[in-house]
């Protein structure tokens, strides 16, 4: 890292990579167009090892001409937290902006993170919500409609685009080694608790690799859940955050039991269970509808919803049956 470039560094980008190069472009170039004076430092903590490529390479240069660029490699059994807590010890930057490698950030980002938590001395952390891509379909317009819905105040953010003092990261826990997914909502629910997140509509990102259609968004929720249960160890739960437990496990449990009576000749009590199925969604659904202008009608909603709490609750299971322990985890992660 050039010291003289360092001195110097507003804001530190790090970048978690693993493959999907050209989205990573993307990301870079919308980082190279922030609206800020001075320099940006990009750490890139790489898995795949073609990122150290020299092609690569020169395809970032001519991507990015704000200051340093970084490349630190780190083994394939480590975690995205792991990645980003030790690219935040590399980072020479006054601020801390924690970006997955598939985003587009609105060219005033930065500036509007800044503001954000300047005029919110209290909050440690700021975020800007979700847009849809120009290529849309309903589930990325659902995904950025809940994340515009809670504009404000907030108990946690996803880590698609965070933005922190280094001075405040280096006082609180930082992201948790241990977890695979769901990493993100216990580092902000910390912050949230310590001082306060604040989520700005000021400015945006896309998600470029957001979900398209109802088969990645399964696939990649029951990933997510694997998680949830182990993010509870170690820290005191929220009343709030209960119903991200709960839900779930009623929906699936109460899927998979109407499913059951329904093959086995129970036919009207499998029937009202399977509405009794359907409520959560629902309310989920009209709960968005209130909140946000989602241009989706409320059946496609509903069935979002149903979706999205089925792969949860498999995720879920599949974490308690994974046969990893805390402990194992914790051991690999430091090794």
Same mark, same amino acid.
């Not at 750490?43 to 490349?71: C, H, M, P, W």
């Not at 001075?167 to 580092?187: A, G, I, M, Q």
């Not at 299971?317 to 090794?335: L, N």
């Given at each position: ?49 073609? !990122? ?44 801390? !902006? ?29 975020? !800007? ?21 809670? !504009? ?184």
């Amino acid at each position: 890292m050039d010291d003289n470039n360092s001195k110097n560094v507003i804001v530190s980008f790090i970048i978690p990579h693993h493959g999907r190069d050209a989205l990573l472009v993307e990301t870079v170039k919308s980082i190279s167009a922030q609206a800020v004076e001075g320099a940006i430092e990009l750490i890139i903590i790489s898995k795949d090892s073609g !990122a150290t490529s020299e092609s690569l390479r020169q395809t970032l240069g001519s991507a990015f001409d704000r200051g340093n660029v970084e490349f630190i490699p780190i083994a394939d059994g480590k975690t995205i937290s792991y990645g980003r807590n030790f690219g935040a010890e590399r980072a020479s930057g006054k601020y801390l !902006a924690f970006i997955d490698a598939d985003v587009r950030l609105a060219p005033d980002w930065v500036s509007v993170m800044t503001r954000s938590l300047r005029e919110n001395p209290e909050c440690l952390l700021s975020g !800007a919500v979700q847009h849809p891509d120009v290529d849309k379909t309903d589930v990325d317009v659902i995904k950025s409609s809940m994340s515009q819905a809670n !504009a404000g105040r907030v108990n946690a953010l996803p880590g698609n685009a965070l933005f922190v003092e280094k001075s405040v990261f280096n006082r609180y826990p930082k992201f948790p080694e241990h977890l695979e997914t769901c990493e993100d909502w216990v580092f902000t629910n910390t912050l949230a608790l310590a001082g306060g997140v604040v989520l700005s509509d000021d400015s945006h990102f896309v998600h470029l690799g957001e979900d398209k259609n109802y088969r990645t968004l399964f696939k990649k929720e029951i990933w997510r859940g694997t998680s949830n249960l182990g993010s509870i160890n170690g820290r005191k739960i929220e009343l709030a955050e209960l119903p991200s437990f709960v839900v779930p496990v009623v929906v699936g449990g109460s899927f998979l039991l109407a499913i059951c009576l329904i093959l086995f000749g129970a036919l009207l009590p499998g029937l009202l269970l399977m509405l009794f199925t359907l409520l959560a969604p629902v309310l989920y659904a009209i709960r968005l509808k209130r909140k946000s202008a989602v241009p989706v009608a409320m059946p496609v909603l509903v069935y979002f919803y149903l979706v999205y709490f089925l792969a949860r609750a498999i995720g879920m299971v599949k974490g308690v049956f994974s046969g990893v322990t805390f402990q194992e985890r914790m051991k690999t992660t430091h090794e």
